[in-house]
């Protein structure tokens, strides 16, 4: 596989879709339900990539679905995989073993077909500390990184950062491990800012202004309630757009599904279908969107979805 920058030139990328939703779905992975409120952006032991190590053939056999979906690339899932939301989940220990076996996995699967890139997500700490964290973010930041770049991932995709700020220190952090960074912001409640302030399209410049090879949006809401804001980003952005939504329907009052009270064990009655995935397909190719693919509640056939929607638009 060429480089991803070269990529990005050449094509509409095609990227792959949820792991720890769908994982969740198949008995894999907790969402942390039964024990507390999840959704706050708060919470402590959900949605942690332990299957990496405890269900590895779960992990595995997703990676071959959407890499048969026909994803250019695969995520390690190495998402909330910071020491120190491990450390609340109960597996900081395990920080080291989690990120190696999750690159692993992914760069067997991946073969010559595929990228392989480290995902790196908030740590939750500012959410639950505030700004006076940001060190401290920072510090486990750039350790997750340390040990991606270790495991040998070709680039990383720095995703669900609600605060700019945080998404600065990690894409610094990238630039001081030497690797290409993808960085996409999650908006909520609504599209309209992050959560320390900013226009996706302050967000936008920023994030190119720091050397992310694409910038967008990620998670958060439904292809069509997205597109604004991409469209936002583009205006101003000097790198390609990446946009990985999630397949959930969000409202005019709260673009966000985490925030509805579908989340996490409803979901199954606000998932759009994979039709919207093909439309957001065309309008990637249309409208010069350089990475695309999906995030939670996008299993393999929202990733042929986009392969289709790209396809008919050429
Ligand atoms: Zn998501």
């Known amino acids: 596989m060429k480089p991803i920058r070269t990529l990005l030139k050449e094509t509409v990328v095609l990227g792959d879709g949820g792991y720890l939703i769908e994982l969740e779905r198949r008995g894999y992975v907790d969402s942390g339900s039964g024990r507390e409120k999840v959704g706050t952006g708060k919470g402590s ?49 395990q ?10 996995l992914a760069k067997e699967v991946a073969g010559q077909g595929a990228l392989v890139a480290g995902s790196v997500s908030r740590t939750q700490l500012i959410e639950r500390e505030g700004m006076g964290a940001l060190g401290k973010a920072r510090d486990h930041i750039a350790e997750q990184i340390r040990l991606l770049k270790d495991a040998g ?28 960074a993808v960085a996409t912001m999650s908006f909520r409640p609504l599209i309209a800012q992050c959560t320390d302030g900013h226009t996706p399209a302050e967000c936008a410049r920023v994030m190119t ?12 809401q439904e292809p069509t309630r997205m597109l ?42 606000i998932q759009v279908s994979r039709k919207e995935f093909i439309e957001l397909g065309k309008a990637a190719k249309a409208e010069g969107i350089g990475y695309v693919g999906g995030c939670c509640g996008c299993n393999p056939a929202y990733i042929r979805a986009l392969a289709i929607g790209i396809a008919e638009a050429r």
């Open 228 to 269: 604004p804001l991409l469209r936002e980003m583009r205006a101003v952005a000097k790198a390609p757009i990446a946009a990985q939504p999630a397949a959930f329907r969000t409202t005019d009052l709260c673009h966000s599904f985490t925030r509805q009270p579908a989340f996490p064990d409803e979901l199954e009655t």
């Open 95 to 104: 920080t080291e073993s989690i990120n190696a076996a999750a690159v692993k």
């Open 153 to 180: 991932v070709d680039f990383l995709i720095l995703e669900t950062f609600f605060h700019l700020a945080e998404m600065q220190e990690a894409l610094q952090s990238a630039a001081a491990a030497g690797l290409p």
């Open 209 to 220: 202004d720091l050397g992310a090879v694409a910038v967008g949006a990620n998670c958060g």
């Open 45 to 93: 032991g959900q949605f942690t990539p332990e299957v990496a190590i405890e269900n590895p053939d779960a992990l595995r056999e997703l990676h071959r679905e959407f890499l048969k979906a026909g994803s250019q690339v695969l995520q390690a899932l190495t998402f909330f995989g910071t020491r120190e939301k491990l450390n609340r989940a109960g597996y900081g220990a």
